[in-house]
């Protein structure tokens, strides 16, 4: 079983949808959550950010931590066609010198 | 967050050539890292760039195949050796921000073909 476990999509949704992404763990060490979002051709950018169990809301963006289910979530509002990427989690326990663990990534199409 | 550079942006190299690949940034960082990121995987780590030692590999990369050097707290070096089909990848550096070592920021890739 692999230490983090992403919906493999790929995701097509109507502009305006509510998107739900999900990741699932097995490591219980991972406190450390993170949401990256990336373009074709272009390197991963920084989207949320969150320690620990507990929602985190930015704009349109949430990202929902449930360590005791050892479940992640991002949930996109008001979906944009620029919201149209890849998007993956990452995960990194304490200590670990910031060494990030990834799950594959689902890809996100959002039709005008 | 620091802004990253990477060249080559991309490459098609021949089996058997070795290709290194630069990593910039355009302020002094302390932790550095390069990942593989290969069709259909995980973004996975093949090393921490140490500024100053050797580079510390993740099981499975050895030094050998991938030699990293990081001459100081801006800059460093990937250099994929003996190329394979199997190299062909997108190659990642990035770096820890300043506000918590647990936000990474990455570069815009290498993507790397071997024929």
């Known amino acids: 079983q692999k230490e983090v476990e992403q919906d493999p999509g790929p995701l097509s949704v109507p502009e305006g949808a509510i998107v739900s992404l999900n990741c699932t763990y097995s490591n219980s060490a991972f406190q450390y959550f993170m949401w990256y979002r990336q373009y074709s051709r272009k390197g991963p950018e920084l989207l949320m950010y969150?320690?620990?169990?507990g929602n985190k809301e930015d704009g349109r963006f949430t990202a929902q931590v449930d360590k005791s289910s050892k479940y992640i979530s991002l949930f996109i509002r008001d979906s944009q066609p620029s919201d149209s990427a890849t998007y993956l989690c990452?995960?990194?326990?304490?200590?670990?010198?910031?060494?990030?663990?990834f799950g594959k990534g689902i890809t996100l199409s959002v039709r005008p | 967050s620091a802004v990253i550079s990477q060249k080559p942006s991309r490459d098609i190299c021949q089996r058997g050539t070795s290709l290194t690949i630069q990593c910039q940034v355009d302020s002094q960082v302390t932790m550095m890292f390069w990942y593989r990121q290969q069709p259909g995987q995980s973004l996975t780590l093949i090393a921490t760039a140490n500024q100053g030692s050797e580079a510390t590999y993740e099981s499975g990369f050895v030094i050998d195949k991938f030699p990293i050097s990081r001459p100081n707290l801006t800059f460093s070096t990937l250099t994929v050796s003996n190329m394979s089909p199997e190299d062909s990848s997108i190659y990642l550096c990035s770096v820890v921000g300043s506000q918590s070592s647990y936000e990474q920021y990455f570069g815009p890739g290498t993507r790397l073909t071997v024929t």
């Open positions: 990452a995960m990194s326990k304490t200590g670990a010198n910031s060494k990030l663990t």
């Open positions: 969150t320690y620990s169990s």
